[in-house]
């Protein structure tokens, strides 16, 4: 009985140390993305607070887990005054891993 709950544990740990990491790879990709969909400079950076991602299930009637990327970008204008722009992005997990970002596909942008 003390192997199942063991092997039951490090099946939970494992999936969810496997969900975070998954999390971290569409933040990174969505980051990659953004930057080439609104042609913003090599450089940008973005806090963890400027991007947040939400996995929901895929509508129904079709596979898989669709996660929901919403990223705030800060800027000014001429005068000095803060512009403040939150763009969603749509990911679709296609791939068999996690781990990729070749796993993942964007399905709209707005």
Same mark, same amino acid.
């Given at each position: ?20 990491? /998954?999390?971290? =790879? $569409? ?14 400079? *090599?450089?940008? +950076? ?15 009637? /079709?596979?898989? =887990? $669709? ?14 005054? *803060?512009?403040? +722009? ?25």
């Amino acid at each position: 009985m003390k192997k199942i709950a063991f092997i039951l544990m490090t099946l939970l740990i494992v999936s969810c140390a496997t969900e975070n990491k /998954s999390d971290e =790879v $569409v933040r990174d990709l969505a980051k990659k993305d953004i930057i080439e969909k609104m042609d913003l400079p *090599e450089g940008t +950076k973005f806090n963890d607070q400027d991007v947040e991602v939400t996995e929901t299930q895929a509508a129904e009637g /079709s596979l898989g =887990v $669709v996660y929901i990327v919403k990223i705030t970008i800060k800027s000014q204008d001429r005068e000095g005054n *803060e512009v403040i +722009k939150t763009h969603t992005m749509n990911y679709k997990k296609v791939g068999d891993g996690s781990l990729s970002a070749k796993d993942y596909e964007l399905i709209s942008f707005e």
